[in-house]
């Protein structure tokens, strides 16, 4: 049982060590992103008008890398260290709905999205770690729907010891095939038309299956794709 504990407390320490070397990585590396991204825009300030279409091209290109890669260390960041002695506590589903579609509001509105919502109710949790998996299942579903009007649906149903959540979009669906891969980190199904890291589901699953949760897809070619996901009932 001592040789237990102690490796037990070694992964602790690893586990830990290896997060505080991500966040200040990750701090490092912000910094010089910032430079290229402040002068990038004073050049497109600076300089309007006055570069040819070439250089305009090139600092677009510029300007649209610094961008991802800034959401890119985000995302790491959050991958990583989200999940790891969050407290949990009573919290409103509703409210954590809310606050997501707060945050996805720009995005649904540039595609005519719409997202609906049956009673939700409060469950044992994290309010800000919930917030942010129904963020990215509702982002998922807006991005990748090819309809002109993209639909996401948002319901649970309570099962003996835990609610299970779903998140449904009326997009392509998934090969069976692709499925699997989907909450691999980095794998991605879509090249560069669509924005994103391979990172949002690979963190919804990481940080459900950290709060004793359980995440899966169902979904079928051409009939949408909806991701179910469990917390804990408070009562």
């Not at 002068?39 to 040819?52: C, R």
């Not at 949990?88 to 509001?105: G, N, P, V």
């Not at 720009?106 to 049956?118: C, I, L, N, S, V």
């Not at 919804?204 to 709060?211: A, L």
Request: net charge negative.
């Amino acid at each position: 049982m001592d040789d237990a504990n102690q490796l037990q407390k070694a992964l602790e320490s690893a586990r830990m060590e290896f997060e505080e070397f991500v966040s200040i990585a990750v701090h490092n590396l912000r910094d010089p992103l910032r430079d290229v991204a402040a002068n990038s825009q004073l050049i497109a300030e600076n300089y309007q008008g006055g570069l040819d279409s070439a250089a305009g091209v090139f600092l677009g290109r510029i300007r649209e890398g610094t961008a991802r890669m800034q959401s890119l260390l985000t995302d790491v960041v959050d991958y990583w260290t989200t999940g790891n002695g969050e407290t949990s506590a009573e919290i409103d589903m509703e409210a954590a709905l809310f606050q997501a579609l707060f945050r996805a509001d720009k995005q649904m509105k540039e595609r005519g999205a719409m997202a609906t919502h049956d009673p939700l109710p409060q469950v044992c949790g994290n309010f800000e770690i919930l917030t942010k998996v129904l963020y990215h299942l509702i982002r998922n579903g807006v991005e990748y729907c090819e309809a002109p009007s993209p639909l996401v649906h948002i319901s649970c149903r309570r099962e003996s010891s835990e609610w299970v959540f779903s998140v449904q979009d009326n997009g392509p669906g998934i090969e069976p095939e692709f499925q699997r891969r989907l909450f691999v980190a980095f794998k991605r199904l879509h090249g560069k038309e669509h924005p994103g890291n391979g990172l949002g589901l690979a963190f919804c699953k990481k940080v459900i299956e950290r709060n004793g949760g359980r995440m899966w897809l169902e979904s079928t070619p051409g009939s949408g794709s909806t991701f179910y996901f469990t917390a804990a009932p408070t009562d």
